[in-house]
Each structure stands twice: as C-alpha cells, then as structure tokens.
C-alpha cells in the first residue's frame, strides 16, 4: 500500500482491505462470483465495495425478507 499523505499512511481503508481479501481469496477457491448486497443509499458501503472492484450491475434490485420471528 502506497503512502499518500503522512496523515493517511494508507490508501485504502479497512472495509476496503476486507473486501479485498475475500475477494481474492473467493479467486484462490476457485470461485466465479461474489456478490454484496446494500442500500443505494449506504454510500460509505457502495464506495467501499466500488474501490475494491465491485460494479453494480443493477439499477433496479429488490429483497424481500420474510422474517418469521416476527409478529406482524
């Protein structure tokens, strides 16, 4: 990791590097895909995921979630 700034010694962060790492550990298990799900509006987690390579390549993406523990 280069230096940038004396302040900032690295240049990436650490959900940066995790993201990294299991992504390039998935390549070593022989694996074809990972995916990361979040929030259009989670801008940190989209930045984060973005640097470390991911593309969305979604517009328009939806989950439902059934959460039986729940009382409705």
């Given amino acids: 990791m280069g230096h ?10 650490y ?3 995790l993201i990294s790492f299991a992504r390039d550990y998935a390549k ?15 801008i ?3 930045k984060c995921y ?3 390579g991911g593309i ?9 979630v ?3 523990k729940e009382k409705n």
């Fill in 15 to 17: 959900g940066t590097g």
């Fill in 56 to 64: 969305n390549k979604v517009d328009d993406e939806i989950i439902y």
């Fill in 28 to 42: 070593t298990i022989d694996c074809y895909k990972m995916y990361l799900i979040t929030n259009r509006s989670n």
């Fill in 66 to 68: 059934y959460d039986f």
């Fill in 50 to 52: 973005e640097k470390a």
């Fill in 4 to 13: 940038t700034n004396p302040l900032q010694p690295f240049t990436i962060g």
């Fill in 44 to 46: 940190s987690a989209c």
